[in-house]
Protein backbone atom coordinates (compact mmCIF):
# COMPACT_ATOMS: atom_id res chain seq x y z
CA UNK A 1 0.00 0.00 0.00
CA UNK A 2 1.14 3.23 -0.79
CA UNK A 3 0.52 6.24 1.21
CA UNK A 4 0.56 9.88 1.07
CA UNK A 5 1.09 12.18 4.32
CA UNK A 6 -1.05 15.51 4.23
CA UNK A 7 0.42 17.97 7.20
CA UNK A 8 -1.36 20.87 8.87
CA UNK A 9 -0.80 24.45 9.06
CA UNK A 10 -1.67 27.21 10.96
CA UNK A 11 -5.51 27.52 12.17
CA UNK A 12 -5.40 23.92 12.62
CA UNK A 13 -4.16 24.71 16.58
CA UNK A 14 -6.74 23.75 19.24
CA UNK A 15 -5.79 23.66 23.27
CA UNK A 16 -5.12 20.02 23.94
CA UNK A 17 -4.27 19.12 20.28
CA UNK A 18 -1.48 16.05 20.51
CA UNK A 19 -2.13 15.54 24.50
CA UNK A 20 -3.45 12.11 23.37
CA UNK A 21 -0.79 11.04 21.60
CA UNK A 22 1.37 11.98 23.82
CA UNK A 23 -0.41 10.16 26.77
CA UNK A 24 -0.81 6.74 25.02
CA UNK A 25 2.57 6.64 22.92
CA UNK A 26 5.96 7.24 24.30
CA UNK A 27 7.38 8.26 20.84
CA UNK A 28 4.75 10.69 20.65
CA UNK A 29 5.92 11.87 24.28
CA UNK A 30 9.65 11.95 23.38
CA UNK A 31 8.54 14.02 20.73
CA UNK A 32 7.12 16.45 22.76
CA UNK A 33 10.15 16.28 25.32
CA UNK A 34 12.44 17.57 23.07
CA UNK A 35 10.59 20.20 21.77
CA UNK A 36 10.30 21.41 24.92
CA UNK A 37 13.93 20.72 25.41
CA UNK A 38 14.58 22.51 22.30
CA UNK A 39 12.57 25.77 22.93
CA UNK A 40 13.03 26.14 27.09
CA UNK A 41 10.78 28.83 28.21
CA UNK A 42 11.31 30.65 25.09
CA UNK A 43 7.43 30.93 24.66
CA UNK A 44 6.32 32.10 27.44
CA UNK A 45 5.79 27.90 28.73
CA UNK A 46 6.69 25.31 27.49
CA UNK A 47 5.36 24.02 24.26
CA UNK A 48 3.68 21.12 25.46
CA UNK A 49 1.84 23.05 28.21
CA UNK A 50 0.64 25.48 25.71
CA UNK A 51 -0.09 22.18 23.46
CA UNK A 52 -2.03 20.68 26.36
CA UNK A 53 -3.59 23.40 28.65
CA UNK A 54 -3.28 26.97 26.32
CA UNK A 55 -4.54 29.31 26.96
CA UNK A 56 -6.08 29.82 23.43
CA UNK A 57 -5.23 33.00 23.21
CA UNK A 58 -1.44 32.36 23.75
CA UNK A 59 -1.86 29.28 21.40
CA UNK A 60 -3.45 31.15 18.62
CA UNK A 61 -0.61 33.82 18.09
CA UNK A 62 1.80 33.16 15.08
CA UNK A 63 4.41 32.66 16.88
CA UNK A 64 3.40 29.67 19.31
CA UNK A 65 0.79 28.02 16.87
CA UNK A 66 3.36 27.76 14.38
CA UNK A 67 6.27 25.08 16.31
CA UNK A 68 3.47 24.13 17.94
CA UNK A 69 1.50 22.63 14.89
CA UNK A 70 4.76 21.34 13.37
CA UNK A 71 5.54 19.11 17.35
CA UNK A 72 2.30 18.19 17.28
CA UNK A 73 1.77 16.31 13.51
CA UNK A 74 5.31 15.25 14.07
CA UNK A 75 4.28 13.53 17.36
CA UNK A 76 0.89 12.16 15.81
CA UNK A 77 3.05 10.77 12.78
CA UNK A 78 5.93 9.25 15.15
CA UNK A 79 2.85 7.89 17.85
CA UNK A 80 0.94 6.52 14.47
CA UNK A 81 3.87 4.48 13.32
CA UNK A 82 4.56 3.23 17.00
CA UNK A 83 1.00 2.13 17.55
CA UNK A 84 1.34 0.20 14.41
CA UNK A 85 4.85 -1.23 14.41
CA UNK A 86 5.83 0.17 11.19
CA UNK A 87 8.83 2.48 10.72
CA UNK A 88 8.63 4.84 8.16
CA UNK A 89 10.29 1.99 5.37
CA UNK A 90 7.52 0.10 6.03
CA UNK A 91 5.14 2.77 5.68
CA UNK A 92 5.92 3.31 1.92
CA UNK A 93 5.15 7.16 2.02
CA UNK A 94 5.59 7.92 -1.34
CA UNK A 95 4.57 11.53 -0.99
CA UNK A 96 4.10 14.22 1.18
CA UNK A 97 2.09 18.07 1.16
CA UNK A 98 1.88 20.10 3.73
CA UNK A 99 -0.52 23.62 3.70
CA UNK A 100 1.97 26.39 4.20
CA UNK A 101 3.76 25.81 7.82
CA UNK A 102 2.62 22.13 7.32
CA UNK A 103 5.24 21.80 4.00
CA UNK A 104 7.77 22.32 6.68
CA UNK A 105 6.38 19.01 8.20
CA UNK A 106 6.12 17.32 5.05
CA UNK A 107 9.84 18.36 4.28
CA UNK A 108 11.01 16.59 7.90
CA UNK A 109 9.20 13.45 7.33
CA UNK A 110 10.66 13.11 4.06
CA UNK A 111 14.10 13.42 5.50
CA UNK A 112 14.98 16.77 4.52
CA UNK A 113 15.83 17.99 7.80
CA UNK A 114 16.17 16.77 11.20
CA UNK A 115 13.37 17.54 13.78
CA UNK A 116 15.16 19.87 15.72
CA UNK A 117 16.35 21.92 12.84
CA UNK A 118 12.85 22.47 11.16
CA UNK A 119 11.67 23.08 14.63
CA UNK A 120 13.99 25.71 15.30
CA UNK A 121 12.61 27.05 11.69
CA UNK A 122 9.22 27.08 12.17
CA UNK A 123 9.70 29.12 15.52
CA UNK A 124 11.54 31.52 13.93
CA UNK A 125 9.30 31.64 10.60
CA UNK A 126 6.55 32.13 13.66
CA UNK A 127 8.14 35.14 14.96
CA UNK A 128 9.08 36.41 12.50
CA UNK A 129 5.97 36.70 10.24
CA UNK A 130 4.29 38.06 13.79
CA UNK A 131 6.88 40.98 14.18
CA UNK A 132 6.18 41.48 10.08
CA UNK A 133 2.26 41.43 11.16
CA UNK A 134 2.67 43.96 13.61
CA UNK A 135 4.52 46.40 11.76
CA UNK A 136 1.88 47.46 9.35
CA UNK A 137 -1.78 47.04 9.38
CA UNK A 138 -2.86 44.22 7.67
CA UNK A 139 -5.71 41.40 7.87
CA UNK A 140 -6.57 38.41 5.52
CA UNK A 141 -10.30 37.89 3.88
CA UNK A 142 -11.75 34.74 2.64
CA UNK A 143 -14.28 34.69 -0.67
CA UNK A 144 -16.09 32.06 -0.98
CA UNK A 145 -17.49 31.54 -4.38
CA UNK A 146 -14.24 32.70 -5.96
CA UNK A 147 -11.81 31.43 -8.29
CA UNK A 148 -8.38 32.77 -9.06
CA UNK A 149 -9.92 35.06 -11.70
CA UNK A 150 -12.69 36.28 -9.11
CA UNK A 151 -9.85 36.94 -6.55
CA UNK A 152 -7.72 38.55 -8.84
CA UNK A 153 -10.48 40.87 -9.77
CA UNK A 154 -11.58 41.77 -6.30
CA UNK A 155 -7.88 42.76 -5.47
CA UNK A 156 -7.62 44.91 -8.67
CA UNK A 157 -10.74 47.06 -7.45
CA UNK A 158 -10.31 46.97 -3.92
CA UNK A 159 -6.16 47.52 -3.83
CA UNK A 160 -6.23 51.38 -5.11
CA UNK A 161 -2.67 52.57 -3.74
CA UNK A 162 -2.11 49.68 -0.79
CA UNK A 163 -1.10 45.80 -1.23
CA UNK A 164 -4.01 43.47 -1.90
CA UNK A 165 -3.49 40.10 -3.43
CA UNK A 166 -4.42 36.63 -3.83
CA UNK A 167 -3.13 34.25 -0.99
CA UNK A 168 -4.30 30.97 -0.50
CA UNK A 169 -6.00 28.37 -3.27
CA UNK A 170 -7.38 26.30 -0.82
CA UNK A 171 -10.15 24.41 -2.38
CA UNK A 172 -12.54 25.09 -5.63
CA UNK A 173 -14.80 28.19 -4.48
CA UNK A 174 -12.35 29.06 -1.77
CA UNK A 175 -10.05 31.74 -2.02
CA UNK A 176 -8.23 33.99 0.55
CA UNK A 177 -6.92 37.29 -0.74
CA UNK A 178 -4.13 38.86 1.77
CA UNK A 179 -3.40 43.04 2.26
CA UNK A 180 -3.45 46.26 4.04
CA UNK A 181 -6.09 46.55 6.60
CA UNK A 182 -8.22 49.51 4.37
CA UNK A 183 -7.77 47.23 1.10
CA UNK A 184 -9.57 44.72 3.03
CA UNK A 185 -12.01 46.55 4.37
CA UNK A 186 -12.64 47.88 0.47
CA UNK A 187 -12.30 44.15 -0.33
CA UNK A 188 -15.25 42.56 1.32
CA UNK A 189 -17.52 45.27 0.21
CA UNK A 190 -16.47 44.39 -3.57
CA UNK A 191 -16.57 40.99 -3.12
CA UNK A 192 -20.14 41.08 -1.95
CA UNK A 193 -21.46 43.64 -5.08
CA UNK A 194 -19.83 40.51 -7.10
CA UNK A 195 -21.82 37.91 -5.55
CA UNK A 196 -19.35 36.62 -3.48
CA UNK A 197 -19.29 36.20 0.62
CA UNK A 198 -16.61 37.48 2.01
CA UNK A 199 -15.16 36.93 6.22
CA UNK A 200 -12.71 38.69 7.49
CA UNK A 201 -9.71 35.99 8.99
CA UNK A 202 -8.93 36.10 12.93
CA UNK A 203 -4.90 36.25 11.87
CA UNK A 204 -1.98 38.33 12.55
CA UNK A 205 -1.84 40.08 9.40
CA UNK A 206 -1.41 39.88 5.68
CA UNK A 207 0.88 36.52 4.87
CA UNK A 208 1.79 35.07 1.95
CA UNK A 209 1.79 38.93 0.71
CA UNK A 210 4.60 41.72 -0.14
CA UNK A 211 4.21 42.68 3.63
CA UNK A 212 6.00 39.27 4.69
CA UNK A 213 9.04 40.29 3.14
CA UNK A 214 10.88 41.38 6.10
CA UNK A 215 10.15 37.85 7.69
CA UNK A 216 11.15 36.05 4.28
CA UNK A 217 14.77 37.41 4.86
CA UNK A 218 14.93 36.60 7.85
CA UNK A 219 13.67 33.21 7.09
CA UNK A 220 16.19 33.11 4.38
CA UNK A 221 19.07 33.58 6.28
CA UNK A 222 18.44 31.01 9.03
CA UNK A 223 17.67 28.30 6.30
CA UNK A 224 20.98 29.08 4.38
CA UNK A 225 22.60 28.43 7.94
CA UNK A 226 20.43 24.66 7.97
CA UNK A 227 21.64 21.53 6.77
CA UNK A 228 19.28 20.33 4.49
CA UNK A 229 19.03 17.25 2.24
CA UNK A 230 17.06 15.93 -0.98
CA UNK A 231 13.95 14.14 0.44
CA UNK A 232 13.83 10.70 0.34
CA UNK A 233 10.17 11.16 -1.53
CA UNK A 234 8.19 13.61 -3.43
CA UNK A 235 7.00 16.79 -1.60
CA UNK A 236 5.36 19.42 -2.44
CA UNK A 237 6.15 23.01 -3.18
CA UNK A 238 3.15 25.16 -2.32
CA UNK A 239 4.51 27.87 -4.96
CA UNK A 240 4.67 26.13 -7.64
CA UNK A 241 2.35 23.19 -6.87
CA UNK A 242 5.23 21.09 -8.22
CA UNK A 243 7.44 18.32 -6.16
CA UNK A 244 10.41 20.02 -4.69
CA UNK A 245 14.12 19.69 -6.90
CA UNK A 246 16.36 18.00 -5.02
CA UNK A 247 18.92 20.64 -4.63
CA UNK A 248 18.88 21.65 -1.14
CA UNK A 249 19.50 25.59 -2.67
CA UNK A 250 16.31 25.35 -4.12
CA UNK A 251 14.44 23.52 -1.43
CA UNK A 252 15.75 26.46 0.47
CA UNK A 253 14.87 29.32 -2.00
CA UNK A 254 10.68 27.80 -2.14
CA UNK A 255 10.28 28.04 1.37
CA UNK A 256 11.74 31.50 1.40
CA UNK A 257 9.20 32.28 -1.49
CA UNK A 258 6.63 30.62 0.17
CA UNK A 259 5.84 33.27 2.88
CA UNK A 260 5.45 36.08 0.10
CA UNK A 261 3.75 34.04 -2.83
CA UNK A 262 0.34 32.63 -2.75
CA UNK A 263 -0.12 28.71 -1.61
CA UNK A 264 -1.83 26.82 -4.26
CA UNK A 265 -3.08 23.94 -2.32
CA UNK A 266 -5.90 22.78 -4.50
CA UNK A 267 -3.15 22.35 -7.18
CA UNK A 268 -1.15 20.69 -4.67
CA UNK A 269 -3.74 18.26 -4.02
CA UNK A 270 -4.26 17.68 -7.90
CA UNK A 271 -1.12 17.07 -8.60
CA UNK A 272 -0.97 14.17 -6.11
CA UNK A 273 -3.67 12.64 -7.29
CA UNK A 274 -3.20 12.49 -10.50
CA UNK A 275 0.44 11.74 -10.05
CA UNK A 276 0.93 9.39 -6.91
CA UNK A 277 -2.59 8.15 -6.29
CA UNK A 278 -4.56 4.77 -8.22
CA UNK A 279 -7.24 5.75 -5.58
CA UNK A 280 -6.78 1.84 -4.83
CA UNK A 281 -3.58 0.56 -3.78
CA UNK A 282 -2.90 4.39 -1.92
CA UNK A 283 -3.82 6.04 0.88
CA UNK A 284 -4.16 9.58 1.72
CA UNK A 285 -3.58 10.35 5.76
CA UNK A 286 -4.09 13.51 7.58
CA UNK A 287 -1.82 14.06 10.70
CA UNK A 288 -3.11 16.16 13.73
CA UNK A 289 -4.31 18.74 14.25
CA UNK A 290 -7.43 18.41 13.53
CA UNK A 291 -9.26 17.55 10.09
CA UNK A 292 -9.52 20.71 8.02
CA UNK A 293 -7.59 19.37 4.68
CA UNK A 294 -9.95 16.33 4.92
CA UNK A 295 -12.55 18.86 4.21
CA UNK A 296 -10.49 20.63 1.66
CA UNK A 297 -10.00 17.59 0.06
CA UNK A 298 -14.22 16.61 -0.55
CA UNK A 299 -14.23 20.03 -2.23
CA UNK A 300 -10.99 19.47 -4.63
CA UNK A 301 -12.05 16.01 -5.43
CA UNK A 302 -14.75 13.88 -3.69
CA UNK A 303 -13.88 10.87 -4.82
CA UNK A 304 -10.42 11.06 -2.99
CA UNK A 305 -10.75 10.16 0.40
CA UNK A 306 -8.45 10.89 3.50
CA UNK A 307 -7.66 8.96 6.54
CA UNK A 308 -7.55 11.80 10.03
CA UNK A 309 -5.30 10.73 12.54
CA UNK A 310 -6.84 13.48 15.06
CA UNK A 311 -6.09 11.03 17.81
CA UNK A 312 -5.05 7.75 18.33
CA UNK A 313 -7.05 4.56 17.27
CA UNK A 314 -9.04 7.53 15.12
CA UNK A 315 -9.21 6.66 11.73
CA UNK A 316 -12.30 9.23 10.53
Given at each position: ?12 Q ?11 S ?11 E ?14 F???A ?7 V ?15 W ?13 V?A ?23 K ?16 P ?10 E ?8 K?R ?5 V ?6 P ?15 E ?9 A ?23 A ?18 A ?11 L???E ?15 I???S ?19 M ?5 G ?13
Amino acid sequence: MNNIILCPGQGAQTVSMGKLWSDTSEAARAIFEQADEILGESLGAPLSTLCFEGPADTLNRTDVSQPAIYTASVACFAGWLDGENLTTKDLNMVAAAGLSLGEYTALHLAGAFSFADGLKLVALRGSAMQEAAQASPSSMVALIGADEEKANAVCDKARENDILVAANFNAPGQVVISGAADACDRAEAVAVEMGMRATRLAVAGAFHSPFMQQAADQLGEALCATQISATRCTVMSNVTALPHETDPDQIRLRLVEQLTSPVRWAACCEHLIANHSDHEGTQFHELAPGKSLGGMMRRINRGTKVLGHNEPATVS
